[in-house]
């Protein structure tokens, strides 16, 4: 079992920033972090993900060279710094692991990540 507690939302203005941090607790193993978001009346979608040892990172197009990813795993935490925010990245952020795929590459499907965090509100005013 692992146990991921999201922080760091709030409410900003268009052309601000965030950051979102992931404190993970439980079982300790080697896992890939994701950060998904949904938005009201949409599918839940991949933001962001990185690999066990951090060299490998991914992105959604939509928020590539705004958004940055990063994980401490001596401090089992991992963050998701927001530059540039739009109204259109208004939405419930989730961070999730990936125990169960090889911890060296990063997934972007929703499904392949099985313990997930309760969400952290983020809302951008226009």
């Known amino acids: 079992q692992v146990q991921l507690v999201e922080s760091g939302g709030g409410l900003v203005q268009a052309g601000g920033s965030l950051r979102l941090s992931c404190a993970a607790s439980g079982r300790s193993f080697q896992y890939t972090m994701g950060w998904f978001r949904q938005a009201p009346g949409k599918e839940r979608e991949f933001v962001a993900g990185i690999n066990w040892s951090g060299d490998n990172t991914d992105y959604a197009d939509s928020v590539k060279g705004r958004f940055t990813i990063s994980r401490d795993n001596a401090k089992n935490t991992g963050t998701l710094q927001m530059s540039s925010l739009k109204p259109e990245d208004t939405a419930v952020y989730y961070c999730?692991?990936?125990?169960?795929?090889?911890?060296?590459?990063?997934?972007?499907?929703?499904?392949?990540?099985?313990?997930w965090g309760q969400g952290t509100q983020v809302t951008v005013s226009s």
């Open positions: 999730a692991v990936d125990t169960t795929s090889n911890p060296n590459y990063v997934v972007a499907g929703t499904s392949t990540y099985d313990y």
